[in-house]
Structures are given as structure tokens and as C-alpha cells.
């Protein structure tokens, strides 16, 4: 990943043969996508010194290797933050917080357990490190820790080490990226079926630490379903390994303990996940909408119908004005189609700016994917919708994992955006949805500065779904990240108002800690505050994260460690 | 439910229209079942006195009633332990073990918070009680406790509070049993689809806090995936309240932390649950397979394909010839259509002792319900099975909650019988079904006791199944009870042996403790001990259950409080 960025070098978002998007642009942010600052250098960064004790730096070379002890500027501040919006904020400014003194790449589980005998030996504060890709705030050390900081990388742990066929269970280790993964298994017919956003930039063990969730879900589950057996390195050096099990009742379950742990439970070393053989077919179909609250009602039938889609999308109207104007300039048939479309759609007075753009994956024989689809066929009918076929499937599917670019094709043109997202019951997905925009474009209004927020419904589950919105606010001075941050703030807290939960799927880290009480009850929080107390006595672990006293995270240094954390 | 036995006076097992079962039983256990032994006497019990302190009782009765502070003999003994073979051979024994000082019925949550303010204040152990059918040893004291024992008895706190129909989802008080709440939902046409054996005498809030698993399962989810939200009040008086989320990334999963926590860490109050439409058509097909291999396999191949059923179970040979022997009497048409069809199935050379019958149920609008049967129908054929048409089904439907009752008729003529189950990957189903049944028959010679073992495979997943199995050996002396544990160690020891887990739906209470280690690693049963010592560190929760550092829980009183338990 670029220091100062997503995703690898020479890879990033282009305009150039999107002709609506300038215009889409200057008329929602108010930028002007060709005033451009420049790429930052990372030789004008102030990086700290590596504070990494000499005795330490013997032990863990001793236990692993020269090379596997890194200490080199780049690396650490690679290794400094994740990629949320405020990481990638406070990097260009050359805000760099508390850059960890070393990263440590081990080979294998034996590593991983020297690693951490060493670290609490010494006090140290160990963090695991997957692909980077974290929003929330997980990766970072807290801003004031004098102890030694300890980067973890698991880089190197990225093979699937066996794969069940019989039981369909692959078993892998944390350290392996999406493609590496699908990679291996693909080649023997299989896959996982998980795919975040972050898919390309992204771990198996930081998906199981901070609970992610794929665009296909609705198939194969979230992380939380699809792992089963998991290997963990506990701070007392001990190694918590569950066997991969369908169901049990063996007591408080510890693997969803481990699920969503950030960290602070111990070091994710490998796990056992279910694995589906690659369907004979797979279609994504696009619909419209004629309104967002007919799309919503739409997916709940579905939910509550027979039928089971692999993916059910929908946006609503800012997001579907956006996507249209990222499409790539049509040409020719598709032309003529698209707009004989919209003349019909107008001919049945639909309203085209509240139109609403629709997916839905079906995957199985051919014959279920027919059976599947007239049902939902049916169902979207029922609701108003319109099918248009696959062409836009196909491009969703080519595009999907581009989205996170654009954030920092835009830093570079003065606007700050991000993403934040939430589940809900069904009955509130609409109150939720009315509720964050409202609250986002009051906050925006508030920092007066001009923005923009649109959503999608992205996961469907039996009881309700998840929706996911994304903002931009116009602001290149050096209050940016503080009137985004207001405005992520009341996005929120409107979530947690409207029986939201603080997040679907990018965990909490530090950025979402302050809401934890509202989203769990205080009680509830108790007991993870109990539970990674007795587990981490010495607060070695990620300290700081999911439970956190402090105001959620915005880009000051000057924030203090949460010394009553722990309780 | 009787004191002595499974269910509600008046009711048992009646082998009077089951011409065969008398001839099988004495075949297989060698037992007549006309020689039974007189119905245990109350009066026949010396019940040790209630310690109740007088300031402890006043206090409880402040905060309550009179008439809620119960210290009856009887109702003290009907709480004294679950339905476990174990429990039932006790107290017909008189061998009462810890008989709880109180019983406990609170009418709502304040009064519960109110129960444990004052319980821990006195240092009382808390044991909460739903229906009373847990077999695994979770309900009993201790049984050298010195301190004073109530039993929280949830059964006031039966009422569906609230249905949200946009969601799919109810809130239901923890004391409901399952026909309560069933009929409260079916007023309004919803179910909740989860039909565990105990059914009739189990409660919401035990099938939480043991991670209970109904029939349905492969539709419905077990009662991990069917709970949503949760309230439950922890030693510190405090109420976890978490909100009905179909999804969420706010750390390690407190609900999952409750689910399976047996008491230890608090008492439930209430759930709120996603509960489904009762379908159009609802449908038991019976299927018969040349032997149990082709029909494990089939079950794998059903849950790999597209088709979703809502039940798929296949008995191995031994329990077809149980089944087959407690059938009623086939009569006219019915009589002369098994009879062709035994004939047909000797003609195509099947081994007729190696039959084995299976159930596959199917849900949903009636062209749904076509469709699966069509694609699993296909299945069946492919791996050698053939369908037998809805009749074995509809009996199946009938009696499926009457098995436990069979046990107290076999204890009436010196046969002790109970079920254990597992669940593994696919790829161990075969190699945990052959090592339990050669380890239990193994155990019986070593015992000197004739018995009988049998099994079916009655929950599916995408990576594994529970298999579950019955066992009786013939014995009634003083020692049947140790002989019969040997049994069961053997069976549990054969489980962990073969990748299974110690419960797949049972929970662990006391007599699965001992597994544990084995089942989830030491450093996982940590965890939990980690979990349990920060949340309740003056077990008073319940304690000694799941986590237990002596033997698997036998017919003694001799044993001591497990004083390492929290280590």
C-alpha cells in the first residue's frame, strides 16, 4: 500500500473518460477536479526515531531473523495508521502520532509466540497488522504511549495450508490477502466468497479480527459464519486452537470472541473457513427503482421470501446520480439503450432524479439461477422496480473494489470523504436512512461547508440489512478533518438513535469506541471491558481499542492515552 | 413436570399398540417389559431442610412476595436437577445431592435484579431454572456447598411482549416455554421454527443459555443464529440490554458470550428473536437408504447443492429397527404397502437389516416446496436411496417430542438409557459414527451389561453435521448408574477423539466439563475461566458448571466443590 494513500502504486482513480463526472462533481462538492495539489514526499516527513530497546531488538532477532526485524522510516510509518480518511489526512500533513519502533514479520506460529513472549516480557504493546486497510483507527498506537510499540505484520503467513474437500473448510493463514487466497483455492475449483471493498488490500485474519463482511454475504455469510476453526497466540503465549466445528455448544462461544477483537485478545495465527465450490453460474441483474423506500421494501420481501440471492443491492437516488456519473462514456447500442430506457421510464412518469439503481446476484446450476431469478423477478415487480439485464452487473463487478481510490483522488482536489455504515432491523431502515442524512447535511451545514452523502443497502439478512453511506465535505484548509469529523460524528450517533448499530462491518477501533455503551448498553460493555482485562492484564494487546474513554478520534496529537480504559 | 421423570403426570410411554417393541427390547437388551418395578413415593424421600437465613428470606420476600419465596419439599426436589438419566436414577435413588434452599419466581426484571442485589449480598449461589430439562448436569448445586442455594425459577416470565412484523422479529420474556410462546406467535401467523426433543418442557431463555438446536435447524438456525437481541442482569445487578441487530461488528460478540453461558454469567431475562411466516406447505418425505454411508454421504451432497430444506435426517440401521419396532400397527392398506415394499427393496437386493430411514422436510410456498423436492429427489436417487412417500413422515411429525418419555419406561424395568450428540466436519461423520459405536459396545463388554446404541445424523450444515445417539444398557443393580457413565465417558472420549465436538446442543453443564479442554484447547477453556472469574468473581453465578476441574459427574454425593474451578 502507498504511505499516503490506497491501494499499490500507479493505481488510482481516473476521470478522464468519465465526461460526467467534473460536472457531477462541481455541482454536489463545489471542486473543480482539475485543481490538483501535489503528491506528498514522503522526504518532507518528520519520522521519530525507532525507540526499540537494544536488548529487545537481540530477542527478536534471535528468534527470528535480521530481516524479519524492521526498523527502516518507511516501513514504520506505513505501519503508523490504517487508511481511514483521518489517517490519510494526518500522513500528507506529516502528523504521524506514535509510529511503532519496529515491524516484525514472522514466518510462523512458533514466531508469532516467541514474538509475543518477548513483547510482554518487555512491556511492549504488540499490533497485529493484516493488510493496513482499517478505517476505524485499529492500527494505531495510542498517542501518548511511552512503552515500546511493537508492529506486527503477518505478511508473510499467507498460505492455504489444506483444503477439506469432503467438508468443504479450507484452512489458511491470517496473513493471506484476498487474492492470494482466491488464488490458491480457485485453482482447485473453490472459493471463499468473501469480498469486502477492501478485498484486494485485506486479510483473512484482519477480516476475522474486526468481523467483516463480503458484497456477498447474503450467500456465504458474513466472516463471523464462514470461520470455524481458528488459531490464536494469547498474551501468556499459550495458543487457543479450535477445531473447525459446524455448531456446538461448548460453552460462551470463544471463537466469536475472538471474531471482532481487534487485537486485543492475542494474535490470530490461521483458521479453518467453510469454502464453496465455484458455481456453475454467476449473474448479477441491475433494476431500477422508482424510489429508494420501494427499493428498501423490496429487499425485505426478498429476505422474507423463498428466494436466496447471493447479493441484494440497492442505492438510493444520490448514490444511483453518482454512479451514473462515474459510468464510462456510452457508446453506440448501449447508448441507444440507456436512453430508450429513460424515455420509457419517463413515459411512466417516474421521477428520474429519485430513480434508484438495483443489484442483485443470483449464483448456482443454471436452473437455480432461473428459479431464483423469476422469483425475485416477481418480487421486484411487485414493488415497482424494472429489470435492465446484466450490462450494468457486469460493470458493478469490474469496479467493485475501486471505490476507496476515489478518496484520495478527491484529498488531492481539497475534499475529505469516507465511508461509515450500519445494520438494523428491517422496520428501521428507512427512519435510519432518513435520519443519517438528515443529521450529516444539518453537521455539514453547521461547519459551513458543502458536501455530499448518499447510501446503498448492501447486506440482507432474515431480520433486517445493512446500509452503507458515503460522504464528501469541500474543505482544504486546516480544519478539514475536524468539520469531517463533525459530520462523521453526527452520522453516528444517528445510527446509535435509530437502532443502529455503530457498525455492519468495519469494527470499532478507536474512532467508534465512544459509542459502545449506547450500541451494547453499559453492562454490555462491561463484560468486554472484563473480559480483555483478565485476558491482557498488562494491557499489551492493542490497548485503547473498542473500549476507550475519550472523544472519538480526530486528528490532534495531543490526545492522552485512556489511562481508565481498563476500569 | 413429575419429580421422578420425564413430562406431566398422567403421561408416559405406552407400548400396548407396538406389537414389536416388546420382542426387540428383550432381543437387544434383553429386558421384559412386563416385569416393571413400582412408581417411586415423595413420601419415601428424606429431604434435608431448607437453610434459608431468616434475613436472607425477608429480604427476598420484601422484594417479591410471600408467595414467590417458595421452600416446599417437593418443589425444592423438582428443582434440585435436571432430567438427565443420571438426575432420574437419583432421585428415585432418594440421592438428592444439594437440594436448593429457596426457589425463586420473579414476575419481571426488576424483580430479578432484585433477587441478585440480594443474593450476592448474602453470598448465596444463584442456579437459574427454565423448564427443567437440561440433561447434562447444569441445574444442581455443587455438592459440598456451604452457602445458601436458590433456584431462580423464570417460568412467570412467559409473554411474547411485542412482535415487529416489518422485521420478522419478537421479544419474548426468558420463562416461556416452547409451546407458550409457539401458540402466542401462531395467533398472529409468525413462528419461531425452533422445535428442540424438550420442546414441550424448555424454555427461551435455557436454549440460550445452553445453545440449544431445534429440528428444524437447517431452515430456522440454531438458537444462536435465531436470537438477536438480549437482556440478561449480571452479578453486579446491572441489565446487559443489547438491541435485535441482524448483524454487527462492535467487537467480540457479547450475545455470543451470553448464548451457552449456563447461568455463569447472569440471568436472562429476556430475548428478542427473528421469527418466520408459518409456510404455505409444510412437508416430511421419508426416504430409505441401502445402508448409513450412502445416506451420510447423501445428506453431504444435499447440503453442497442448491437445495435448502428444512429438515435432513437419516437414522443408521440400528435405530430404523428401533423405529420400525415402536411403529404402530400397520393396518389394511398401509400393511399391505410396506409389505411391497420390503419385497421390491429385497428384489433390488438390499440388505433389509441394513435399511435405514431418513426424513427430509421441505417449507415454503407450494412451487418452493416442488422445486427442493424435485433437486434433493434427485439426490436421494444418486446415492442410492429411494422415497417412500409422507406417511413415516406425518408419524415422525407426531410423536417426535414423545422419545424421552421411553426412558423413564425403561428405568421402570432396569434399563437406563439417555443420548449424547456430536458434530464434526463432514469429512469425520463416518469416522465419529463408527469410533462411538465400537467405544460404547466396547465399554458395554467391559461393564459386563447387555446394551444397545443407535444414531441418526439430524442437523445439517455447509461444512458438517450433529450426529445423535441413543443408548440403554440392561442393568438394574446399584451399580447400573456407574456402568451406564462408563458408557457415556467412552462416548464422549470417542466425540473429542474424532474431531466432534463434547455438545452440539446439550451444553456442557457438569458432566461435560471434564471435555472441555480437549474440546476448545486449554488456552481456549482459559478464556472462558478468564470470562467467568472477571464477571463473577464471588461465584455465585451457577459455578462448577462448564468449567470443572474434577471426573465426569457420576451417581455420588462423595464429590467436593471443584475448589480450583476459577484457577
Known amino acids: 500500500m502507498k504511505w499516503w494513500g490506497w491501494g499499490v502504486d500507479g493505481v488510482a482513480f481516473n476521470p478522464d473518460n468519465k465526461p460526467k463526472f467534473p ?68 500522513v500528507r500533513r506529516g502528523e504521524l502520532g506514535r509510529v ?11 514466531q508469532v509466540v516467541a514474538i509475543v513472549e518477548a513483547a510482554v516480557a518487555a512491556d511492549a504493546v504488540l499490533i497485529p497488522f493484516g493488510g493496513g486497510s482499517n478505517i476505524v483507527g485499529a492500527l494505531e498506537a495510542e498517542p501518548g504511549e511511552q512503552r515500546t510499540v511493537l508492529s506486527i ?16 473448510l479450507a484452512r489458511i493463514q491470517a496473513g493471506a490477502l484476498g487474492p492470494d487466497l482466491e488464488e490458491q483455492l480457485g485453482r482447485r475449483g473453490w472459493t471463499l466468497g468473501h469480498f469486502p471493498d477492501s478485498f484486494n488490500h485485506s486479510t483473512l485474519g484482519g477480516w476475522i479480527a474486526t468481523r467483516s463482511s463480503g458484497m456477498q454475504s447474503d450467500k456465504y455469510g458474513d466472516i463471523a459464519d464462514i470461520t470455524r476453526g481458528l488459531r490464536m497466540v494469547t498474551p ?21 470472541m475472538i471474531l471482532g477483537s481487534e487485537g486485543r485478545l492475542g494474535i490470530i495465527t490461521e483458521a479453518t473457513v467453510a469454502i464453496h465450490r465455484v458455481p456453475e453460474v454467476r449473474e448479477i441483474q441491475a433494476y431500477f427503482f422508482p424510489s429508494y423506500a420501494q427499493g428498501l421494501a423490496c429487499m425485505q ?15 438510493d437516488h444520490r448514490e444511483t446520480a453518482f454512479t451514473l456519473a462515474t459510468s464510462k462514456e456510452s457508446k453506440g447500442v448501449s447508448n441507444l439503450v440507456t436512453k430508450a430506457l429513460m424515455t420509457y421510464l419517463k413515459q411512466r412518469r417516474w421521477d428520474l432524479s429519485k430513480l434508484c439503481l438495483s443489484f442483485i446476484g443470483f449464483e448456482g446450476s443454471a436452473q437455480h439461477v432461473r428459479y431464483e431469478k423469476a422469483q425475485v423477478n416477481r418480487i421486484v415487480s411487485e414493488h415497482g422496480g424494472i429489470g435492465v439485464g446484466k450490462g450494468p452487473g457486469v460493470l458493478y463487478d469490474q469496479k467493485k473494489f475501486d471505490t ?24 428501521s431502515t428507512q427512519q435510519v436512512y432518513d435520519a443519517v442524512i438528515a443529521a450529516a447535511e444539518n453537521a455539514m451545514a453547521e461547519q459551513g461547508v458543502a458536501g455530499y452523502i448518499m447510501a446503498h443497502l448492501s447486506h440482507s439478512y432474515h431480520s433486517g440489512a445493512c446500509q452503507y453511506f458515503t460522504f464528501a465535505i469541500a474543505d482544504d484548509s486546516d480544519e478539514a478533518i475536524d468539520k469531517y469529523d463533525a459530520v462523521k460524528r453526527a452520522v453516528q450517533q444517528a445510527f446509535v438513535d435509530n437502532n443502529g448499530t455503530v457498525s455492519h462491518h468495519h ?7 465512544p459509542w459502545m455503551e449506547q450500541d451494547i448498553s453499559p453492562a454490555g460493555v462491561g463484560i468486554q471491558r472484563s473480559l480483555f482485562g483478565a485476558v491482557d492484564p498488562g494491557r499489551n494487546f492493542n490497548p485503547g481499542k473498542i473500549i476507550h474513554d475519550g472523544q472519538p478520534g480526530i486528528s490532534s496529537n495531543s490526545k492522552q492515552p485512556a489511562a481508565t480504559d481498563e476500569g
Request: net charge negative; no cysteine.
Open 100 to 110: 511503532p519502533d519496529a515491524i516484525l514479520y514472522p514466518r510462523d506460529e512458533d
Open 507 to 513: 469494527g470499532v477501533g478507536e474512532e467508534h469506541s
Open 236 to 256: 501468556a503465549g499459550e495458543v487457543v486452537a479450535l477445531r473447525p466445528l459446524p455448531a456446538t455448544s461448548s460453552g460462551p462461544s470463544v471463537r466469536e
Open 301 to 315: 420481501a426478498i429476505a422474507f421470501s423463498d428466494a436466496a440471492p447471493s447479493v441484494a443491492r440497492v442505492s
Open 23 to 90: 460536472g457531477f462533481v462541481q455541482e454536489k462538492v463545489g471542486i473543480d477536479i482539475y485543481h490538483t495539489t501535489s503528491e506528498p514526499r514522503f522526504e518532507d516527513l518528520d519520522v521519530p526515531a525507532s525507540q526499540l530497546p537494544e536488548d529487545l531488538r537481540a530477542t527478536l532477532v534471535a528468534a527470528l531473523s535480521e530481516e524479519q526485524v524492521v526498523t527502516e522510516d518507511l516501513e514504520r510509518v506505513v505501519h503508523a495508521y490504517g487508511k481511514g480518511v483521518r489517517d490519510l489526512v494526518r
Open 404 to 427: 476507496p481510490y476515489i478518496r484520495d483522488f478527491l484529498l488531492d482536489r481539497g475534499a475529505v470523504a469516507d465511508v461509515s455504515e450500519t445494520a438494523t432491523p428491517w422496520s
Open 153 to 168: 505484520d503477518m505478511g508473510l503467513l499467507n498460505k492455504v495450508l489444506e483444503i477439506d474437500e469432503n467438508s468443504g
